[in-house]
C-alpha cells in the first residue's frame, strides 16, 4: 500500500502545482472578461447570458482544458522527468500505475469543471446585485440560464440525465486516454486516441441543449471502443506484484 501512495504522490507532484496555477489563470481571465464586458454593455444588455457570451467563457475554458492536459501527460513523456526511472524502481505493475494515474487525471479535470461551475455562479451573483436599468431577476431566473445556455447547461446539465452521461464519459474519457497516452509513452509507443478526444471537444463542445448524438458523444464512443481494443492486444503485465 505504501508504495502505491508513494506512486499517487508522485504523480499528483509532477502537476499539480501546474494544473492549479492554470484553473487560477482560467478564473483571473474570466473575471477580467466579464467586468470589462459588463462595464462596455452594462447600458444596452440586460440578459446575463449576453454577458457570459461575450466574455467568451466558452473559449476560454477549452484552453484551459487542453493546457491542464498537457501538463498532466508532459511528465510522462521523459522530456526532462525521471518519472519512468522511478516507478521502475518501485517495481509497481503497470496496470496499477496506470489506474492511479487516471484517478490523478480525473480528480484533475473534475476541479476544472468545479473552478468553472464557482465561476459562472459568482458572475451570475455579481450581475445580480448590479442589475442593469431594465433588467429583472427572481428565483428561477439562474436555473433557466443552466437550462437554456448551451455552454452553462455543458458544465451542469441539471435534470438532463443524457447531460451527465456525456459529461461524466467526457471527464472519465479524458482521464483515460491522458492515462493511457503516458503508459504508452514509457513503452516508447504513442496511443492517439487523446487527439481524437482534445480535437472533438474543440469542436462540438458546448454542445447544444436537447441535442446528445453530437460529434463529441460519437468520438467518446468510438475513443473507448478503440481504448478496449487496445487494451485487450496488448494485456501484459509490466512490474511488481
Request: glycine share 6%; aromatic share 14%; with cysteine.
Given at each position: 500500500?505504501?508504495r502505491?501512495i508513494?506512486?499517487f ?49 466558452d ?35 503497470e ?8 484517478l ?21 451573483l ?37 447531460g ?7 471527464i ?39 441535442y ?17 481494443m ?12
Amino acid at each position: 500500500m505504501k508504495r502505491y501512495i508513494s506512486v499517487f504522490e508522485m504523480i499528483t507532484r509532477s502537476s499539480i502545482y501546474k494544473v492549479l496555477l492554470i484553473l487560477v489563470g482560467m478564473v483571473s481571465a474570466e473575471a477580467i472578461s466579464f467586468y470589462s464586458t459588463f462595464q462596455k454593455y452594462s447600458e444596452t444588455t440586460r440578459n446575463v447570458e449576453e454577458y457570459i457570451q461575450r466574455s467568451d467563457y466558452d473559449l476560454i475554458f477549452k484552453i484551459a482544458y487542453v493546457l491542464i492536459t498537457i501538463v498532466i501527460v508532459l511528465p510522462g513523456m521523459n522530456l526532462g522527468s525521471t518519472q519512468s526511472y522511478t516507478l521502475q524502481r518501485l517495481r509497481i505493475k503497470e496496470k496499477r500505475i496506470f489506474w492511479l494515474q487516471a484517478l490523478y487525471n480525473t480528480m484533475a479535470y473534475v476541479l476544472l469543471w468545479g473552478a468553472q461551475l464557482v465561476t459562472i455562479l459568482v458572475s451570475v451573483l455579481v450581475y445580480r446585485n448590479n442589475l442593469p436599468k431594465g433588467a429583472t431577476w427572481n428565483n428561477q431566473s439562474v436555473f433557466l440560464l443552466f437550462y437554456e445556455n448551451d455552454f452553462m447547461h455543458s458544465i451542469l446539465p441539471l435534470e438532463d440525465s443524457p447531460g451527465w452521461w456525456v459529461l461524466g464519459f467526457l471527464i472519465v474519457g479524458t482521464a483515460l486516454v491522458a492515462a493511457e497516452f503516458t503508459k504508452q509513452q514509457r513503452r516508447g509507443k504513442f496511443a492517439f486516441e487523446i487527439l481524437l478526444l482534445v480535437v472533438a471537444m474543440l469542436i462540438s463542445f458546448p454542445r447544444d441543449v436537447g441535442y446528445e448524438f453530437t460529434f463529441l458523444a460519437i468520438s467518446l464512443c468510438i475513443v473507448y471502443i478503440i481504448m478496449g481494443m487496445r487494451w485487450i492486444l496488448n494485456k501484459v503485465d509490466d512490474g511488481g506484484e
